[in-house]
C-alpha cells in the first residue's frame, strides 16, 4: 500500500504509461486515487463528486504526461483547485470597520469552541488596539456564563453581566447599550450550541442578528467534523447571514475536509483557525496550507 | 443486463449511504465488495434484499462479544470518562449519574478537568441535577490529586459508584496522554483494580478522526466502552462501524440530547436502521 496521493498516482501513471494526452483508462485510475483520498480526509461526499469533475476535465486539457512527473503534474492542479475552492487568495479579514461599537457573534453546533474562540478574539483584537466586550449569551449549558467569566479574568477583559434566568436577545440589546454608553469598540457576542435543526433555537438566534445587527456572523467548526458538515453549515448559512467561519481543534491530527466542504456549500470564507485549547491560539486562515493538509501533504 | 444495471446503481447508492454516514472508506469498500461477490453468486434479485443483507453484515459488526459494564462488581466502582475537546464528556457523566443514582446506587463524581474554565462549576450543575456528590478541586489543580481524593471520599462515603471527569485532550498530545495513564494509576493505587471501566466519549458528527481517536485512547489506557453522543443531529456516527471492527470496543451509550434524561443503552438494530434513513 501506498501512503500518500504522490505515490500512489506515481504507481497508477507507471501501470499505465501512455504518450501525450491522458488516456481514458489513466484518467479514472487517477481519479479514483483522488477520491479515495478526499474522502478519507473527510471531504463530502457531493463535494468530492464535483471537485473530481473539475479536476479530470483540467486534467484531460493539459498535456499532463509531456511531462516528466505526470503525478506531480496532476497533483499540482489537484492542490490549485482545493486552493481555489477554499477561496485562495480571498479577502478573508474581519470586517471591523463600520461605526463603533463592531459586533462580532459566534454560533454553531455544541462543543465546537465557541466560547473558547470568544476568549481568542478578544484577545487577538486588543493585541490590535481595539477594546473589546464579550458577552455571554449562553443561558442553557450548565456554567457556560461562568466559562465566559472566567476567560475573561484571565485575559482582563470585561465580560457583560448576565444570569442564566435573561433571555438571550435581551441580554445582547442590553450588552449592546452598555458597550455605546461605556466606550468599548468591539462587542463580541456567545451563543449557546445548538442543531441546526432546533427550529426553537435557530430562531432566537435570528433574533439576536435583528437585535444588534452583528457586523461578522461567524459559523464555528470543528475541524474533525465529518460527512454532516455540509448539512450543517448549509443549515446555519440559509437561516442567518453568515459572514464566515472559525475553524478550530486544527492543533489535531485531523486532515480537516470539513474546512473544503463548509466553503463549498456557504461560500463563506475560513477566517480563523484554532489551533490549542489556550487563548493565544488562534490564527489566520491559509488556504493552500490547508489544501496540502487535505492531502496529507 | 437490465438487472445487472440496476444492481450497480444500487450498489453506489449503498456506497453513498455508507460514506455519507462517516463509516470510512475501508470499512465501505469491504462491504460492498462482500455484497458485489453476494451478487455475482446470483439468487439475490430485489433491492430490498440487497439492502438487508447489508444492515444484518452491519449489525454483524457491531454486536461484538462484550459483557455490559457492571456496576456492583466493584465496590466502589470507578470509571473514568475519556475523550477529545467538547464532545460531551461531562454531560454524559451528568446523564449517567442521574440515570445510576435513581436506580439506587450511591454515586459521587470526580471533577477531573482542572484546565478547561468552569469545568468543575458545568459538573456541579449536573450533581445537583442528579442529586449527588462533586468532588473538585481549584482551577489548575493537578487532575491525579482530585482522582486521589476523588476516591478517597467515594471510599469514605460508602459509595458505590465514582464517576471520574477528564479534561478533554487531543490524542496526539503526548503529555496529555501521559497525564491520564498517571491519573488511571493513582486511582488503582487507590481502590485496587479501578479504573473498572474506561469510556471513551466520541462525537457523532466526527469524521474518520474519530477512529484514530479510539485507537489512542485504546493504546494508552485501554477502552472498556464507547459513549456516542450528539446523535439527535443530521449525522449518523458511522465510524464506530469501524472502530467496532479494528479495536472490538462497544458502543454502550448513546447521547441523544442535552437533558438529563437524553442518554439510551446503545441499539444496534435502531443505530442501522438511522444508517439507511435520509435525513
Ligand atoms: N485542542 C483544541 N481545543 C479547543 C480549541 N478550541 C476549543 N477547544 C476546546 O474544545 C472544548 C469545547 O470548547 P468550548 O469553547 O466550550 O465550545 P462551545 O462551542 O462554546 O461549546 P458549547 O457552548 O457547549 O456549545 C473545550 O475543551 C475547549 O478547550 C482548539 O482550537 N484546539
Ligand atoms: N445535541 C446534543 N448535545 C450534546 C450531547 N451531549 C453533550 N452535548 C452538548 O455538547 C456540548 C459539550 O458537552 P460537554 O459535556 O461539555 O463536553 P466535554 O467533552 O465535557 O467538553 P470538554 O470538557 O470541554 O472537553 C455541550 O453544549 C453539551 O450540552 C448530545 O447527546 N446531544
Ligand atoms: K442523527
Ligand atoms: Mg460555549
Ligand atoms: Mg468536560
Not at chain 2, 133 to 158: C, Q, S, T, Y
Not at chain 2, 209 to 214: D, E, F, I, S
Amino acid at each position: 500500500m501506498f501512503d500518500n496521493l504522490s505515490d500512489k498516482l506515481d504507481a497508477v501513471f507507471k501501470k499505465l504509461r501512455g504518450h501525450g494526452r491522458l488516456t481514458e483508462k489513466q484518467i479514472k485510475e487517477t481519479m479514483r486515487e483522488i477520491r479515495l483520498v478526499l474522502l478519507e480526509a473527510d471531504v463530502n461526499f457531493r463535494v468530492v463528486r464535483d471537485f473530481v469533475a473539475t479536476v479530470s476535465d483540467r486534467a484531460v486539457g493539459q498535456d499532463v504526461l509531456k511531462s516528466l512527473t505526470p503525478a506531480q503534474q496532476v497533483i499540482k492542479i489537484v492542490r490549485e483547485e482545493l486552493a481555489r475552492l477554499m477561496g485562495d487568495g480571498e479577502d478573508n479579514s474581519l470586517k471591523l470597520a463600520a461605526k463603533p461599537p463592531v459586533s462580532l457573534m459566534l454560533c454553531g453546533l455544541q462543543g465546537a469552541g465557541k466560547t473558547t474562540s470568544c476568549g481568542k478574539l478578544a484577545l487577538k483584537l486588543r493585541r490590535d488596539k481595539r477594546n473589546p466586550l464579550l458577552v455571554p449569551a449562553d443561558v442553557y449549558r450548565p456554567a457556560a456564563i461562568e466559562q465566559l467569566k472566567t476567560l475573561g479574568r484571565q485575559l482582563g477583559i470585561e465580560v457583560f453581566d448576565s444570569t442564566i434566568n435573561d433571555k438571550p436577545v435581551d441580554i445582547c440589546s442590553r450588552a449592546r447599550r452598555y458597550a455605546e454608553l461605556n466606550g468599548f469598540d468591539t462587542i463580541i457576542f456567545d451563543t449557546a450550541g445548538r442543531l441546526h435543526i432546533d427550529t426553537e433555537l435557530m430562531g432566537e438566534l435570528k433574533g439576536i442578528v435583528q437585535a444588534v445587527a452583528p457586523q461578522e456572523i461567524l459559523f464555528v467548526a470543528d475541524a474533525m467534523t465529518g460527512q454532516d458538515a455540509v448539512t450543517v453549515a448549509a443549515s446555519f448559512n440559509e437561516q442567518l447571514p453568515l459572514t464566515g467561519v472559525i475553524l478550530t481543534k486544527m492543533d489535531g491530527d485531523a486532515r480537516g475536509g470539513a474546512a473544503l466542504s463548509i466553503r463549498a456549500v456557504t461560500g463563506k470564507p475560513v477566517k480563523l483557525v484554532g489551533m490549542g485549547e489556550k487563548l493565544d491560539a488562534l490564527e489566520v486562515f491559509h488556504a493552500d496550507r490547508m489544501a496540502q493538509r487535505i492531502l496529507g501533504m | 443486463r437490465g438487472r445487472t444495471e440496476i444492481d450497480e446503481e444500487l450498489l453506489e447508492d449503498l456506497e453513498e449511504v455508507l460514506i455519507t454516514a462517516d463509516l470510512g472508506m475501508k470499512t465501505t469498500q469491504h462491504l460492498i465488495q462482500a455484497l458485489e461477490t453476494r451478487l455475482a453468486a446470483g439468487r439475490l434479485t430485489d433491492p430490498e434484499q440487497v439492502r438487508e443483507l447489508l444492515k444484518a453484515e452491519l449489525k454483524k459488526i457491531l454486536a461484538l462479544e462484550s459483557r455490559p459494564v457492571d456496576f456492583s462488581s466493584a465496590s466502589p466502582f470507578v470509571m473514568m470518562v475519556v475523550g477529545v475537546n467538547g464532545v460531551g464528556k461531562t454531560t454524559t457523566i451528568g446523564k449517567l449519574a442521574n440515570q445510576l443514582s435513581r436506580a439506587g446506587h450511591k454515586v459521587v463524581l470526580g471533577a477531573g478537568d482542572t484546565f478547561r474554565a468552569a469545568a468543575a462549576e458545568q459538573l456541579e450543575v449536573w450533581g445537583k441535577r442528579a442529586g449527588v456528590e462533586v468532588i473538585r478541586h481549584a482551577e489548575g489543580a493537578d487532575p491525579a490529586a482530585v482522582a486521589f481524593d476523588a476516591a478517597k471520599a467515594a471510599v469514605a462515603r460508602k459509595a458505590d459508584i465514582l464517576l471520574l471527569d477528564t479534561a478533554g485532550r487531543l490524542h496526539t498530545k503526548v503529555n496529555l496522554m501521559e497525564e491520564l495513564k498517571k491519573v488511571r494509576r493513582v486511582l488503582d493505587r487507590e481502590i485496587s483494580g479501578a479504573p473498572h471501566e474506561i469510556l471513551l466519549v466520541l462525537d457523532a458528527t466526527t469524521g474518520q478522526n474519530a477512529l484514530t481517536q479510539a485507537r489512542m485512547f485504546h493504546e494508552a489506557v485501554g477502552l472498556g466502552g464507547i459513549a456516542l453522543t450528539k446523535l439527535d443531529g443530521t449525522a449518523k456516527g458511522g465510524i464506530v462501524v469501524a472502530i467496532a471492527a479494528e479495536l472490538n470496543v462497544p458502543v454502550r451509550y448513546v447521547g441523544i440530547g442535552e437533558k438529563l434524561d437524553d442518554l439510551r443503552p446503545f441499539d444496534a438494530d435502531m443505530f442501522v436502521s438511522a444508517l439507511f434513513e435520509r435525513s
